[in-house]
Structure formats: structure tokens, C-alpha cells
């Protein structure tokens, strides 16, 4: 029973270029949950999503940024143009339900840019 | 603006000892808490939770003090161990969502033979 897959685990991007990130939730979720970590701080709560559907993306910065949730596939995080302060850790999470059930987190994406 | 504050970056305790780590809310309304803890290269990992209407929990070497006027929580591990070597992070909920969390800035703990 593989948990939450994030992939790839480390990405270097130029600064311009785009950067996609995977996310797999665990078999049986729904839900899934990105979080961005700079350096030195907490997560930062980005976006919510359930299958093919945004439920909350108040985290989500107003430009480049976008996450989707396909019928079938992984959640893909996606930043366009990406800028030096880009560079961070990328967590996902996932959860059977949208209340009272735990998230489990990946391993998270780490993003450079060069 | 932060709602959840982990004042102390690190904290070095020697195995065996108690570590004491020490989380800051601002928001009254808050009503469910939780610890994760966190090794280097790996995601967070669910500890502990708390509800508003206690003010402990308890689970094995972890328990969890909550102070509601003092809008302060605690997290307890005795005795340490090197393994619980790790950043630890409270989280707290955003209201509506359960695991839509605010998180703090983490407090790295050291375990020392």
C-alpha cells in the first residue's frame, strides 16, 4: 500500500523555464493538499483539490501558479516562468475525506532555480 | 501576520531527558491542534492531536499540554530518544477545513547520547 508519490524528488529549473510537479495520492484519496516550504519556515497551506475540481486555492499565488486534479492521473502543480524565489519545497497531501480523517504527506519536491 | 509561532528554531536535550516543545496561537477560536514531526528529505508525519475541550492527551512518550487563556500548547517527550531527532511542527486547522493547516515554523530537536 504505497503512500503519497511525489514526483521527481528534486528539480532545477532555469529561471524562465516551466516547472511541473506530481502528485499520486494514496489508493483511495480523493483529497489532495499542496503546501510549499521556504527556507527556514513552516508549511504554507497553497491549494485544495478533489477530483477534477478546485475547492480552495486562497494560497495559491495570483500569477504563474495553477494545480489540477484530473479524473484520472496524478495532481500536477505547475509554475510557469519560474523566478529565484520559486525555489522551495513542495509537499502534497492527501486524505480519504475532506474532515476528520488524517492527511498523509509525501516526500515533497524540492525546486531550484537557477 | 502569524497566527501559529514556534519561538525556539532548535532545542538540544540529552537521551533520556524531557523535551519540552512549545507552540504560540493568536487565534482564540482555534479548536483542535496537532504536532507532526518531520526528518530531513522526508514529508511530515502526524504525532498528536489535541481538541479545545482538553488539556492533555496522552500517547506513549508524547503528550500534548494545551493552555487555552494562554492561547499556548505544548508538546512532552519523555524520555528522548536519538531517533526523535527531527523538526517538529504545530499545525492548527484553518477553520472549514480539517486538513487545510497552518503550520509554524518548526523547532529542530536534537537528541544527544
Known amino acids: 500500500n504505497a503512500g503519497v508519490m511525489q514526483n521527481p524528488r528534486h528539480l532545477v529549473r532555469r529561471r524562465g523555464q516551466e516547472a511541473r510537479l506530481r502528485c499520486s495520492p494514496m489508493?483511495?484519496?480523493?483529497?489532495v493538499y499542496w503546501y510549499r516550504q521556504l527556507p527556514e519556515e513552516g508549511l504554507k497551506f497553497m491549494v485544495y483539490?478533489?477530483?477534477?475540481?478546485?475547492?480552495?486555492e486562497s494560497g495559491m499565488p495570483k500569477e504563474r501558479f495553477s494545480a489540477e486534479f484530473p479524473k484520472e492521473g496524478p495532481s500536477i502543480l505547475r509554475i510557469q516562468q519560474v523566478v529565484r524565489g520559486d525555489s522551495a519545497a513542495y509537499f502534497c497531501a492527501s486524505s480519504e475525506g475532506q474532515s476528520n480523517t488524517e492527511a498523509f504527506f509525501g516526500q515533497g519536491t524540492r525546486l531550484t532555480v537557477v | 501576520d502569524q497566527q501559529v509561532k514556534q519561538n525556539s528554531p532548535s532545542l538540544s536535550v540529552q537521551e533520556g531527558r524531557i523535551s519540552i516543545l512549545n507552540c504560540d496561537y493568536t487565534n482564540s477560536m482555534f479548536d483542535y491542534f496537532l504536532w507532526y514531526k518531520k526528518y530531513p528529505a522526508e514529508g511530515p508525519t502526524f504525532l498528536i492531536s489535541?481538541?479545545?475541550?482538553?488539556d492533555k492527551n496522552e500517547d506513549g512518550r508524547f503528550t500534548v499540554f494545551l493552555n487555552k487563556s494562554a492561547k499556548h500548547l505544548s508538546l512532552h517527550i519523555v524520555p528522548s530518544q536519538p531517533g526523535d531527532s527531527a523538526v517538529y511542527f504545530c499545525a492548527v486547522p484553518f477553520s472549514g477545513g480539517y486538513n487545510k493547516l497552518i503550520f509554524g515554523a518548526g523547532t529542530r530537536l536534537a537528541v544527544h547520547p
Open positions: 483539490l478533489q477530483k477534477e475540481n478546485i475547492i480552495d
Open positions: 489508493k483511495g484519496h480523493s483529497h
Open positions: 489535541i481538541s479545545s475541550i482538553k
